[in-house]
Each structure stands twice: as structure tokens, then as C-alpha cells.
């Protein structure tokens, strides 16, 4: 805010309070109207469903069916083990490849940051069917594993271009100060640089989380058999030729929203802006 316009605001207090109220009106219309779907998708899901024997308003049988008498549980094990293994692949490749691609200089190191480029710009869709005909050959077509390999293969690009930004921002100096001490590159790498990344590490283990527990495109192709299908896939089963239940199609739905919003719940107060802002203050 610049001097005249805090002059404006003293001589009009009341139109500057009116400015932020206004502000924040919009702000909570937009953020009301984009929750819809959600408030829709909570409201269903406690409805009674088209074939229920239900008879209050609001009532949680599409729950207990669908955990009692469907493969939920199964595809919630599945999605939760690929997406941590996604996320863990990912973060530990990412990290190195990240931190070479920030501090190294040379003809390879620009290749390879141009090759991540031009991959990172391709559509996963031109890769699937290679890919499932390459699986079915070695085995890995209808395998938690296959799918996997590649979700971690189409994060890759992006997680290492998202360590090496943020690497980016973490200044020289305090490895130099760490290698005059005895540390080798590897070690400050471990205990300066990570240590200084965590909120870069998080965005980057979040990208790699939403990739894969939201797919459904990969997940269609390679797994055919229910009981290794992941929630997305599960889901689809819910879907009937002439009519769908909307209730328990509501109910999965609520289960797929939980772990994304509890992973947000739990990660946001890591996060922070410029917490390496002092690390250098008095050299």
C-alpha cells in the first residue's frame, strides 16, 4: 500500500472497511458457489438411496451397504497402498534428480532439464497403450505394481522440475559453509538442503498423492479384475445400464473425498514462505 493510498483510507476509514467487507463478501460467494458439488455429493450420500427400505429423511445405510456388501474397503486398501508408494517413489527420486538439475551446470544437465521439458509436456493418453502391451508382456497388466511404475514415471517430470524450483531458492552459501566444516556434497545435500525444503518436498509429495488417487484413465486400462481395483475404477461398478443408485455412488464418493482432505488438513501448517529468509543474516 503506498502513502497516498493510506492517506485516502485515513481520510475515509468507513470506505476502506466497506472495501474489505465487500472484498470478502465476493470472496465467500465464489468460495460457496464452487462448493456446490460437495454439498450436493454430502447430501446424497445421506439420503436414502432408490432401492433402500429406508424411511427418515436423512440416514446412513448407504455407508454400511457399501462397506458390508461391496469391495470398498478393497479398492480403499488398493488406492491407499499405490498412492503411498507413488509418493514415496516419487519424492525419493525426485529429490536428488531436483538438487542435481538446480546446482549442476553443464551440456548434460541441460539435455536431461530439456528432456523432463518436453516429456512433462506430453498427455499420459500417447503412452497408454504401448505401455499396457509392453505390461502384458512382462506380467504387470492387471498388478497393483504396473500401475505403479507408472504413476511414478508421469510424476516424475513434473515432481523433479518442483524440487529443483524450489532448490533454487535455498542459497549456495550455506552448503559452502557446511563443505568448509568437513561436509561432503552428499551429506549437505541430507542436512542442509532437505532439511531447508520441506515445504517444497510437501507440494511435491501432494502432486504425486492427487495424481494418483484421482486417476482413473491408467487404472481403467491396466486392471481388469475387482479385487485389484483401485476406488475410481470400484466406483464406475456402481453404475447401472438403465438406472443408477445415487445414493451409495454418493456414499464412495464421500470416501474418496476423506483422504485428500485429511492429507490437506494435516500438511497445511508445514507449509510456510520464506522460512530460509534469515539463514544468512550477519554473513
Not at 19 to 33: D, E, H, P, Q, V
Not at 240 to 246: G, L
Amino acid at each position: 500500500m503506498t502513502s497516498l493510498e493510506g492517506a485516502r483510507l485515513s481520510a475515509h476509514p468507513e470506505r476502506g472497511t466497506r472495501g474489505r467487507w465487500g472484498r470478502f463478501a465476493a470472496i465467500l460467494a465464489f468460495t460457496a458457489i464452487a462448493l456446490i458439488p460437495i454439498y450436493v455429493t454430502l447430501f446424497l450420500s445421506v439420503r436414502p438411496g432408490t432401492f433402500s427400505a429406508a424411511t427418515s429423511f436423512l440416514t446412513f445405510e448407504n455407508f454400511t451397504n457399501i462397506f458390508a456388501n461391496t469391495g470398498v474397503l478393497t479398492w480403499l486398501g488398493n488406492s491407499l497402498g499405490v498412492t503411498l508408494a507413488t509418493v514415496l517413489i516419487s519424492v525419493a527420486v525426485a529429490a536428488p534428480a531436483g538438487y542435481v538439475l538446480s546446482r549442476a551446470r553443464s551440456k548434460a544437465v541441460s539435455a536431461y532439464s530439456l528432456l523432463l521439458f518436453i516429456v512433462q509436456s506430453l498427455p499420459i493418453i500417447t503412452a497408454i497403450v504401448p505401455l499396457f502391451v509392453l505390461f502384458a508382456k512382462l506380467g504387470l497388466a492387471d498388478n497393483l505394481i504396473g500401475i505403479v511404475i507408472v504413476y511414478v514415471g508421469s510424476t516424475m517430470s513434473v515432481a523433479t522440475w518442483m524440487m529443483a524450483a524450489y532448490f533454487d531458492s535455498i542459497p549456495r552459501a550455506l552448503e559452502e559453509a557446511s563443505w568448509m566444516d568437513g561436509c561432503s556434497v552428499f551429506g549437505s545435500f541430507l542436512r542442509i538442503v532437505l532439511r531447508n525444503s520441506l515445504p517444497g518436498i510437501l507440494s511435491t509429495a501432494i502432486f504425486a498423492f492427487l495424481l494418483a488417487w484421482n486417476d482413473y484413465l491408467v487404472a481403467l486400462v491396466f486392471l481388469k479384475s475387482s479385487e485389484v481395483f483401485t476406488l475410481p475404477v470400484g466406483l464406475q461398478s456402481f453404475f447401472q445400464q438403465n438406472a443408477t443408485d445415487w445414493g451409495p455412488v454418493m456414499a464412495v464418493s464421500v470416501v474418496m473425498l476423506l483422504p485428500p482432505a485429511l492429507v490437506f488438513a494435516v500438511l497445511n501448517k508445514y507449509f510456510s514462505v520464506g522460512g530460509i529468509g534469515g539463514s544468512l543474516a550477519g554473513r
